[in-house]
């Protein structure tokens, strides 16, 4: 690398050979392999569900017949680097998760979320957007959550109550033939005299 990187520090992301192979970690080699690849891999996508694949990778030790290595920045440097390091681009987004955004503003419990989102503008006219709030808690939600409770306590009170019904039933029924046995033993007693 040439002295304009002198201090910065990279990691290797990945790349591809001269051939258009891509680089795959944990392949330690630096030629090409013939791996059978499945869903959920990298350096594959599956075009049919079930489907593997046997397919050329290249390993992830670097050797010269890279043709294109991409590297992540993980240490700044002395200087700047034009394009890379010199201009900083504001977030896009702002965060969606309530929590994230009480962290960002420092706000308390309390505190009304909604007042706080980060809204971005459009460019068509001069409306704005705004995420919908992941993991709010708002009075509907809780009501929500009372009634599945409510459901769940009157589902068990009624197990209960069908539970005892039913041992009652069959204490009775037991009852009943045992009776009937009775009768008929009797029966076949009279009978014999």
């Given amino acids: 690398m040439s002295y304009e990187f002198k201090g910065y520090v990279f990691r290797i992301g990945g790349g591809n050979d001269k051939q258009g192979f891509p680089m795959k ?31 050329s990778v290249r390993g992830c030790i670097v050797g010269p017949d890279l043709a294109v290595l991409s590297l992540v920045l993980v240490k700044k440097g002395a200087e700047e680097i034009p394009g890379l390091t010199d201009d900083n681009k504001p977030r896009r987004l702002g965060p969606k998760r309530a929590s994230n955004i009480r962290k960002l503003f420092g706000l308390e419990k309390k505190d009304d979320v909604r007042q706080f989102v980060v809204r971005r503008e459009v460019k068509e006219g ?3 957007k705004a995420p919908k709030i ?45 009776e009937a046995r009775a009768a008929e033993v009797a029966k076949k007693k009279k009978e014999k005299k």
């Fill in 126 to 128: 001069k409306k704005s």
């Fill in 25 to 55: 970690q944990g392949i330690l080699s630096n030629q090409r392999v013939r791996l059978l690849f499945k869903k959920g891999m990298s350096c594959y996508r599956e075009r049919r569900s079930g489907c593997r694949k046997r397919k």
């Fill in 134 to 178: 992941q993991r709010l808690i708002t009075p509907q939600l809780l009501q929500r959550k009372r009634y599945f409770k409510a459901q769940t306590r009157k589902r068990m009170e009624a197990g209960k109550q069908m539970k005892v019904e039913y041992m009652k039933r069959v204490a009775e029924y037991r009852q009943e033939q045992k």
